[in-house]
């Protein structure tokens, strides 16, 4: 996750100097590196530790902003009345 974030961040300082959309593919280059370092912990010499990986990683992110987003909702509901 460290990573991704040091990736995100360079394609951003990229995007900011050379005046290109570039976020898209740095979001494609921290997931891509995500699945793979996942992929590692799994079973390095299986394509299908990979594909396990990424299902992993996008659930996991889903499942956090579903969870984000009901905090959200939740806390609005509380402090509306």
Do not use: C, N
Request: proline residues 1%; positive net charge.
């Amino acid at each position: 996750m460290g990573i991704g974030m040091l990736l995100f961040a360079l394609f951003a300082i990229l995007e900011g100097v050379t005046h290109l959309r570039l976020m898209q593919f740095g979001g494609i280059a921290a997931l891509i590196y995500s699945a793979w370092a996942i992929g590692q912990f799994f079973s390095p010499k299986k394509a299908g530790s990979y594909i396990k990986a990424l299902i992993a990683y996008l659930l996991g992110s889903l499942s956090f902003v579903i969870v984000a987003v009901a905090i959200g909702i939740i806390i609005d509901l509380i402090f509306k009345k």
